[in-house]
């Protein structure tokens, strides 16, 4: 029975082959979506968990014992630290000492630069960044004597530890030494002390969303005594769902479309075969025979098929991963988990072929052997035909619609299948031109952030922080600028809980509008009014130069300028130059909650947004808040500034490789000291965000061009098969004078009808989303990539067109008119 099967098969040669190539090519699409959406998820979280650890979060403070916790939850993986203390380095720098066990170290992904963690009581590693100030020059074996909670003994220094600490999550009331992690390691068996609460970071298994849920739970059966590791799932959990949800969609998305195409064929397929058919019931096979006649075609189909289709796997995950995400390792084992999770696919398709395969047998086995024998010959009445023929007045238009409406449902699958594959691939070119939009606008190439999230609580309308503020010290961010790299660095001070007073009787019409564009009504504080959404800029005498005002001052001491958004041309707007505000701060003390507040005389009043200029071709405008300008010795001796939260870096142009490495290295050692900071290099933030909608636009890509193929061969066999039902028909027609190419006409024509109103369903859908979109970018941007599409689908269509007309030209009137007995 198997050699029969074949002997059928690969006596249609053509037949066999356009099935391969079309399962070959639905199959290696789907599979090479897969492999590579999985190699670059693997990339992404790889990349994420170096930089920011492998936990999902972590507990402080918390009664339960590490074997508790093993044993209460379900794949989870438990690391134990303690703090013990920290210590100063230097005037800016304070080092937390502690110690993480074995498996804490693992979760972490810790690293060491050089030498071992600490093992006996003598010893100890210490964070590379920290080795400074008052551990300068301290190297691996040479002993040192540092105070270690209570004792002061001599360490031995045997490891450095790669820089983590800075990037990692931390509390939202974070105190350094007390809930933050380790940069001086010292050991565990040295240092156990009898504490009745312990530390622990926590990995759970599973994906993001379930990971992210058992941490959520976990937190809340210990009141919250802990954190996610955001960092980890904002920068790769997360955007490894992402990619999985797109990976999904793309493939079932060919999965339907291949569903389409392969019942087409195969419903063309076993009806070329019915005489066949018709032939073996006629001398005695029974259903059953049949059955196993056609699982053996299916498993010969799906073997070649599978064959042809490795080649396309390995091009097209190529091309995924090239247009999108270059970077990535591959190593064994991930490599046989793929091939394991291929061949799931594979076997998954082989059933659904199978399926396919044996429900288009079961209808043609309802049939008797003379129905069999006769199916191909005869054409039944259309009554969708019959019902609109009466509009058609001539021969060519009744023929036309006939042909149109003899498979209804295909003609509706096609223009569907069309018109979303050509949406698809104009809104996957959309995503990726809307979300980089801007990005190359940005003119600053790294961005610094010394603390991402504080606590605070609001006290008679004042911000009061729970713990003092993490900042970028003023003599770091000096010496950086002094790198002769640096362009410019805009700089934020840390002032989230310094707010401006004014005297009701001195608010301006500009003022009024601004404080209600923010709050619905005035906040005040002891009498004074509290202008809100401040951001307050310190300048040096040499940026006044670049300062963009009116006049050049000279004298800055005790002075603010003010810069309103708020367009005025009133001279009322000037009353508030020479009177005086106040900047008020409310903080948490050892002896209780104080208040410190500056007055300071108005020097100028801008209305306009605050705008300082980098060189001669660029400026930065800030039009988002009311800035107040003041000289950095004003800002020091006032006690409000200490140092800055945010800065912007812009460098040169044409940097020599040497002095790049050297500034990023500068770079990174201001941030290495400030645990839960934060730091972007632009470029790799850019190329980061364009390489997820890279993938989109190539999944989107893929998807068009595997739809576009697959329905141009499923269309071409449609109209082959209406051709053949036809047939005497046609032949007649040619024997009353109608040419071979009246008859091709009709079919281009017929393609012509799928495209058009294909066209206009989708054009309607495309402009519809536009208008509700509103995008970057115009219409008529985006409408070019609706006219490639169509323009590519027609010259597929001409294709299959033109296929078709050379199997008509090549049949003779007499071999069409012939009746098969």
Not at 624 to 635: H, Q, R, S, V
């Amino acid at each position: 029975m198997f050699r029969l099967g074949a002997r059928m098969l690969f006596s249609r040669k053509k037949w066999l082959l356009i099935m391969t190539f079309s399962i070959a090519i639905a199959i290696a699409s789907i599979t090479s979506i897969f492999t590579a959406s999985q190699f670059v998820k693997k990339a992404v979280i790889d990349k994420a968990e170096e930089m920011y650890g492998s936990h999902t979060g972590f507990l402080t403070d918390v009664s339960a014992t590490k074997q508790k916790m093993l044993k209460e939850n379900k794949k989870i993986a438990v690391g134990e630290y303690e703090i013990l203390g920290k210590m100063n380095i230097n005037d800016n720098v304070v080092a937390t000492v502690g110690w993480m066990d074995k498996d804490a170290i693992a979760i972490g992904n810790l690293k060491l630069n050089d030498g071992r963690f600490p093992r006996s009581f003598n010893e100890v590693a210490i964070e590379s960044a920290y080795l400074k100030g008052k551990l300068k020059h301290w190297k691996i074996g040479e002993k040192r004597r540092l105070t270690v909670g209570n004792k002061k003994i001599s360490l031995t220094l045997v490891g450095i530890v790669e820089n983590y600490s800075a990037q990692w999550s931390v509390p939202v009331d974070f105190e350094k030494g007390v809930n933050d992690f380790p940069n001086i390691f010292v050991s565990k068996k040295a240092f156990v002390e009898n504490n009745n609460t312990h530390n622990f970071l926590v990995r759970f298994s599973g994906n993001s969303q379930k990971a992210s849920e058992r941490m959520s739970t976990l937190l809340d059966l210990y009141n919250q005594q802990g954190n996610p590791n955001s960092q980890l799932f904002n920068n790769g959990l997360n955007l490894a769902s992402t990619i999985t949800f797109l990976s999904v969609f793309f493939q079932i998305f060919i999965l339907l479309l291949s569903l389409f195409s392969i019942s087409t064929l195969f419903l063309y397929f076993i009806r070329n075969q019915h005489k066949k058919i018709g032939i073996m019931k006629a001398v005695g096979f029974n259903n059953r025979t049949l059955y196993k006649l056609y699982i053996y075609q299916t498993l010969i189909i799906f073997l070649l098929s599978s064959i042809c289709s490795i080649p396309f796997v390995f091009l097209f995950q190529k091309l995924i991963i090239h247009f999108s995400y270059r970077s990535g390792f591959l190593d064994f084992l991930f490599f046989i988990k793929l091939v394991a999770m291929a061949l799931i696919i594979y076997v998954m398709f082989f059933a659904i072929l199978l399926t396919i395969s044996l429900t288009t047998v079961k209808k043609a086995n309802h049939l008797t052997v003379n129905e069999l024998l006769t199916s191909f010959s005869t054409s039944k009445s259309n009554k969708y035909y019959d019902s609109i023929s009466k509009y058609f007045n001539s021969f060519y238009q009744k023929q036309l619609a006939k042909q149109v409406l003899m498979y209804p449902r295909q003609f509706i699958l096609i223009i569907l299948i069309v018109s979303f594959s050509v949406l698809t691939f104009i809104f996957a070119n959309y995503f990726q031109k809307e979300n980089l939009y801007g990005w190359d606008n940005i003119k600053s190439k790294y961005y610094l952030n010394s603390q991402q999230l504080f606590g605070f609580e609001i006290v008679q309308n004042l911000k009061v922080l729970h713990r003092q503020g993490l900042i970028y010290s003023i003599n770091d961010v000096e010496q950086l600028e002094k790198h002769p790299g640096i362009l410019y660095i805009e700089k934020i001070p840390f002032m989230e809980d310094v707010e401006t007073l004014i005297d009701l009787q001195a608010i301006t019409p500009s003022l009024t509008q601004w404080i209600y564009h923010t709050d619905s009504h005035y906040k005040k504080y002891e009498g004074k009014v509290i202008i809100p959404n401040v951001r307050y800029v310190i300048f040096d005498k040499h940026d006044m130069n670049d300062l963009i005002t009116r006049k050049k001052y000279r004298e800055t001491k005790e002075k603010v300028i003010i810069f309103n958004p708020i367009h005025s041309n009133s001279e009322e707007e000037k009353s508030l130059i020479g009177k005086n505000i106040s900047l008020i701060k409310m903080y948490n003390s050892s002896s209780g909650r104080k208040v410190k507040e500056k007055d300071l005389e108005v020097l100028d009043v801008m209305n306009e947004p605050y705008t300082y200029k980098i060189n001669q071709t660029t400026k930065m405008k800030n039009e988002d808040y009311l800035t107040i300008a003041m000289d950095k010795e004003t800002a020091i001796e006032s006690g409000l500034f200490k140092g800055y939260s945010e800065l912007y870096i812009f460098t040169k142009k044409d940097l020599s490789q040497e002095k790049s490495t050297n500034l990023d290295k500068q770079v990174k050692n201001i941030t290495s000291t400030v645990p839960g900071s934060l730091m972007e290099d632009i470029t790799s933030v850019i190329r980061d965000n364009a390489n997820l909608f890279n993938l989109f636009k190539v999944f989107g890509a893929l998807l068009f061009f595997v739809s576009i193929l697959l329905t141009t061969i499923s269309m071409t066999i449609i109209l082959f098969s209406k051709y053949q039902l036809q047939k005497r028909n046609w032949g007649i027609y040619l024997s009353l004078g109608m040419s071979k190419k009246n008859i091709s006409t009709f079919f281009f024509c017929e393609m012509l009808i799928y495209i058009v109103i294909s066209m206009i369903f989708s054009w309607f859908i495309f402009s519809v989303a536009i208008f509700i979109l509103h995008p970057h970018y115009s219409y008529f941007f985006y409408a070019k990539y609706f006219f490639l599409a169509y323009f590519i689908i027609f010259c597929s269509m001409l294709i299959g067109g033109a296929l078709l007309k050379s199997i008509i030209k090549k049949q003779s009137i007499a071999s069409i008119l012939r009746r098969e007995e």
